[in-house]
């Protein structure tokens, strides 16, 4: 009989193990979670370069998507590195975008250019169109941006040239200074202020004509301008409006809304594409698309970080009819870093090269020749 309990036992195991196999319980540590997929994948990124698709897919404990959901997304900058800062350091730890978007198939997309490198940090809030379809849950996703391979190249290239010129500036005042009747200083002092001023005079030069460029593309004295529905219909009309006056590292908010012009009622369900371009060089820095919500509406707050007019562009889709097609400007005022930031990566600067000045000085008392 023994034996036979042995066998019997080996039995069930076995059938149990077949059936866990092809129908796998859910995990007790499992939970429902939102999947992220970019096109190109993050480590391809390039900071303020082309815009990345961004997919967001929520899913239940076996990882099957979850169907009508609504997400609220935060999406923040990386966080402040004072000592290392990026190419907009006023738009460091703030929030780029805010969207609340509804995905019957569990999947939300939208395009969003990254302004700087570092690690940003996505806050999904997922909850049930249905009530009682499932719990709200909430997770927070970071996105890694690496730095652009070409500023490490000048940083490294320019760093370079410092510390040359600071072997050789010291190479040539630790020689004889001997000072000749009539002299205020010796002859090699005197060819090395003479290179350090004319290389300062290049630099006031090239200062003074970036920040002459940088004026003539002001746009603070842009005025808003109304949006309407630029395509006439008979049934619906598109209404863009919103923040029209902003400034970098602040939320502007554009709000989208169709309606039945016989009726005035709002029209729900509506699929409106929206898209904000960067004026200055024609670049697509935001794109969506989703349904109008109970009211008509589709809504979503952006940060316009670099400085320049957007326009943003809303188009909407009609059963019978052309394209329905709403736009308008956002001036955007640009703030400059504040001026500890600047004096800090000058002193990166001026560190290596008096370093490199006193290694020449130390080398040529260490090794001396004679001329």
Do not use: C
């Not at 999904?124 to 379809?133: F, I, K, M, N, S």
């Not at 060089?281 to 109970?294: C, E, I, L, S």
Request: proline residues 7%.
């Amino acid at each position: 009989m023994g034996r036979y309990k042995y066998v019997a036992l080996a039995t069930v195991a076995t059938i149990v193990s077949i059936l866990l196999w092809f129908d796998p319980l859910p995990s007790l540590a499992t939970q429902p979670a939102v999947l992220l997929q970019t096109q190109p994948s993050l480590s391809q990124v390039i900071p303020d370069g082309e815009p990345v698709r961004i997919a967001l897919t929520a899913v239940d404990l076996r990882k099957y998507p979850l169907s009508n959901v609504r997400f609220q997304l935060q999406l923040t900058t990386p966080a402040k590195t004072p000592w290392f800062t990026s190419d907009f350091p006023i738009v460091e730890g703030t929030t780029l975008l805010e969207l609340i978007a509804d995905a019957p198939s569990g999947k939300l997309e939208f395009a969003q250019v990254m302004p700087i490198r570092g690690s940003y940090v996505l806050k999904a809030r997922v909850t049930p169109l249905v009530a009682g379809a499932f719990e709200p849950f909430e997770q927070s996703l970071q996105l890694s941006v690496p730095e652009r391979f070409v500023k490490y190249r000048n940083a490294a290239f320019l760093i370079g040239i410092l510390m040359l010129a600071g072997i050789v500036s010291g190479w040539i005042i630790g020689g004889d200074q001997a000072v000749r009747e009539g002299e205020v200083a010796s002859q090699p002092i005197r060819l090395v202020l003479s290179f350090f001023t004319m290389l300062a005079i290049a630099v006031l030069l090239f200062v003074n004509i970036s920040a002459e460029l940088n004026s003539a593309h002001s746009h603070g004295e842009m005025q808003p301008t109304p949006s309407a529905s630029e395509q006439p219909s008979q049934d619906l009309e598109l209404r863009l409006s919103g923040d029209q006056l902003t400034s970098v590292g602040q939320l502007a908010t554009q709000t989208v809304q169709v309606i039945n012009k016989k009726t005035g009622v709002p029209k729900a369900g509506v699929v409106v594409k929206a898209r904000s371009i960067a004026l200055e060089d024609g670049k697509q820095m935001f794109a969506y698309q989703g349904r109008t919500d109970d009211q008509g509406r589709l809504s979503w707050k952006e940060q316009f970080f670099d400085g320049s007019p957007h326009r943003v562009i809303v188009e909407a889709e009609q059963s019978i009819g052309p394209v329905l097609r709403a736009s308008h400007e956002v001036a955007v005022e640009g703030i400059e870093p504040p001026l500890y930031i600047r004096l800090i990566s000058l002193s990166y600067y001026t560190g290596a090269f008096v370093l490199s000045l006193l290694a020449g000085i130390w080398m040529h008392r260490r090794f001396p020749r004679t001329i």
